[in-house]
């Protein structure tokens, strides 16, 4: 991957959407962000749940009022931690604590997005990694459609449609001359595009695990937990 961000790709993070959202009055303002970190994190929390014993049929609902705790109390427990990751995995923690097995589910304060009611996929392991797996999921499948978006913004869709998959895959023999036939170019034109293609990729993933941290040490864990769990996923 590329050399570490600089110093300014860590001033924009995840802080900034909870205390935004906590800040931001109960207007659209506050929903919009309570909906982003909803759709960008209720697979790695529904992950953690499902492998802590709680039945399918609760999640949902918990995860629900746990995001919405999360925005409304977590904001002043933020400021001692540098990893959104671990930052999460805290509070979830907490908030089961506090919601057994069997208790009755806790009353969400604010609506979140339909689209957060979709089951993630069964997890393995231990809860913890089930978070953490899900949690480089996120990432990875974040980067990928931003570099989906770049590529159309461009119009280069039809390429990144016919590449992409090089992008968690090696080339098998004659691969990219076949590719090249369908797009109507060079072998040696493919073949840049596909390097060119995962470096921007490897950018992406940077940035977003960027934002996920405080200072540059903690992005180099970050990078290496992420790595770890992408490996558990083989």
């Known amino acids: 991957m590329p050399g570490t961000p600089s ?7 995840r802080w ?3 205390s935004e959202a906590q800040w931001a009055g109960a207007g659209s303002d506050r929903q919009a962000r309570l909906d982003e970190l909803c759709l960008r994190y209720w697979a790695p929390v529904s992950l953690y749940l499902g492998r802590n014993g709680y039945p399918a049929e609760t999640i949902d609902g918990l ?25 999460l995995l805290g509070e979830l923690q907490q908030f089961l604590a506090r919601h057994p097995v069997d208790a009755p589910l806790p009353e969400p304060l604010l609506p979140l997005p339909a689209t957060c009611d979709a089951s993630p996929p069964a997890a393995t392991g231990t809860p913890e990694q089930a978070l953490h797996r899900g949690f480089a ?35 098998a023999a004659d691969d ?11 072998t ?31 992005f180099a864990r970050e990078r290496a937990a992420l790595l770890e769990a992408l490996e558990r996923t083989a």
């Open 7 to 13: 110093r300014e790709d860590f001033r924009t993070t």
């Open 16 to 18: 900034s959407l909870i």
């Open 63 to 87: 995860t629900r009022a746990f995001f919405d705790q999360l925005l409304h109390e977590g904001i002043d427990r933020a400021a001692g931690h540098r990893r959104f990751r671990t930052f």
């Open 137 to 171: 999921l996120e990432v990875i499948s974040h980067a990928m459609a931003r570099l989906r978006a770049e590529a159309e913004q461009a119009g280069r869709l039809r390429m990144f449609e016919q590449l992409q998959r090089y992008l968690s895959s090696e080339p």
């Open 176 to 186: 990219y001359t076949a590719d090249a036939k369908v797009l109507g170019a060079r």
């Open 188 to 218: 040696v034109f493919v073949a840049m595009a596909v390097r060119r293609l995962r470096e921007r990729f490897r950018e992406m993933v940077d940035d977003e695990l960027a934002q996920l941290v405080s200072t540059a040490g903690e």
